[in-house]
């Protein structure tokens, strides 16, 4: 798979430069309280605050991107699976052809094509289990266990909560997420 590999590969590094920011934090706040608030040196406590912003900024546009990245994955991997897959039918004889059925075809463009980009996405997740993510989702399958989801509309947020909460509300969500959404 050509393209979901290198954003893969992305995924994982980013979420490495995150966890290894969330490991920095815990030493920067003892520096902190030994060297600035004990010592009594305002320049370490700067210092020291200075270098904990970074590592928080740092640490929170990584999860951002690994949670832009893994969906990216996840999507690119079943494109190239489906892909793959057409060719491959392409490739057939018209003997070969006449033993599959066009329903079973068609299934297995898609939905068999959607549950393993599902098992793909929750390997994804679990990468990226305990981490703040931010993720503007094309596809409502990639946000779905999310613990919070919200959804926007010119800017403000019209919807929040889990997936299960968002379709139970029967709202925006559940109408985009059903596909029951027009465009207006």
Do not use: W
Not at 18 to 34: A, C, K, N, Q, R
Not at 97 to 110: A, E, S
Not at 156 to 164: D, K, P, Q
């Amino acid at each position: 798979m050509k393209t979901g590999k290198g954003v893969t590969l992305k995924a994982i590094f980013v979420v490495i430069i995150e966890v290894v920011m969330e490991i920095i934090v815990p030493f920067l706040t003892m520096s902190i309280i030994d060297e600035g608030i004990y010592g009594g040196n305002m320049n370490a406590l700067l210092k020291f605050g200075g270098f904990m912003l970074l590592c928080v900024v740092i640490g929170l546009i990584s999860g951002a991107a690994a949670g832009i990245y893994s969906a990216d994955a996840s999507s690119g991997f079943a494109r190239n699976l489906r892909k793959d897959l057409y060719y491959k039918i392409q490739g057939f004889s018209f003997a070969n052809i006449d033993k599959f059925t066009t329903p079973g075809l068609v299934t297995r463009l898609t939905t068999d094509v959607t549950n393993i980009q599902n098992a793909y996405q929750v390997s994804m997740d679990q990468l990226m289990e305990g981490r703040t993510t931010f993720v503007i989702a094309h596809r409502l399958s990639t946000i779905q266990n999310s613990d919070v989801i919200m959804v926007l509309d010119h800017g403000r947020i019209i919807e929040r909560g889990s997936h299960e909460s968002l379709i139970a509300k029967r709202g925006t969500y559940y109408q985009l997420y059903t596909g029951a959404f027009e465009l207006e």
